[in-house]
């Protein structure tokens, strides 16, 4: 027996739903590089230098790590050590786009205190703030260490960082109902208008219930004393 036209219609236009919408919940779950740069200068015009990539498995499923690319030289670790001498902070940053290369890419950065990074040994926490989109919102760096004690720490042990990366996915907060509040003014303004209408009446004609009594009270009130008088004479 053959379906229907519209029932074909419908169950083909889910079909196509559901596909569209597991393509789209896939774009940001493959496998995606992010590139991380890092400076030991101070400054605006600092030049920031490759750090390592950050490989994401699965944005929803914080699944990520980090590879370095090369390990520091003793230029670095100079540059690390005088860093600490000034009381600086080091720099990180990473594009707002995952998998991309483009120079032009605007970045997002933070930023730790060097004697921190020194004395943790290069062991540090990444921590990726993404929108739905898997777009970059934000980073964060944070150590091991709550504080610099001014420990020393040998070059063998600044040679390679210990990275690991989490990644927070920040949910759409709850949009504001505009137009039922509109919808809503706008009701009260008319019943307002009507209210006003209402009332647009004279005075007597308001509260006509309240006077005719008390005039009858008066015109009787004035026949009894009348009464009275004659009476009396």
Not at 113 to 137: F, H, K, M, P, W
């Amino acid at each position: 027996m053959a379906l229907p036209t519209s029932k074909i219609s419908i169950f083909i236009f889910l079909s196509f739903s559901c596909s569209l919408l597991a393509i789209l919940d896939d774009e940001f779950e493959g496998q995606s590089s992010l590139l991380v740069e890092h400076t030991f200068d101070t400054g605006a015009d600092a030049e920031f230098s490759r750090r390592g990539v950050i490989t994401i498995s699965s944005m929803k499923s914080n699944m990520a790590h980090f590879a370095q690319e090369s390990s520091l030289g003793m230029e670095e670790k100079s540059k690390l050590k005088e860093l600490i001498r000034k009381g600086g902070m080091y720099r990180i940053r990473v594009p707002t786009k995952v998998g991309t290369t483009d120079e032009n890419m605007p970045y997002v950065s933070t930023f730790m205190r060097a004697c921190a990074l020194y004395e943790s040994r290069l062991s540090d926490v990444l921590t990726l703030n993404v929108d739905q989109s898997g777009n970059i919102l934000s980073i964060s760096a944070t150590t091991y260490i709550p504080y610099c004690t001014g420990a020393t720490v040998s070059d063998a042990a600044l040679s390679n960082f210990n990275t690991s990366v989490e990644i927070i996915e920040t949910a759409s907060g709850p949009v504001p109902d505009t137009q039922s509040y509109m919808q809503k003014l706008e009701q009260e303004k008319v019943e307002k208008e009507k209210g006003a209408q209402a009332d647009n009446r004279s005075f007597f004609a308001k509260y006509w219930m309240y006077i005719v009594p008390v005039f009858f009270l008066l015109i009787l009130s004035n026949n009894m004393d009348s009464g009275q008088e004659g009476r009396g004479q």
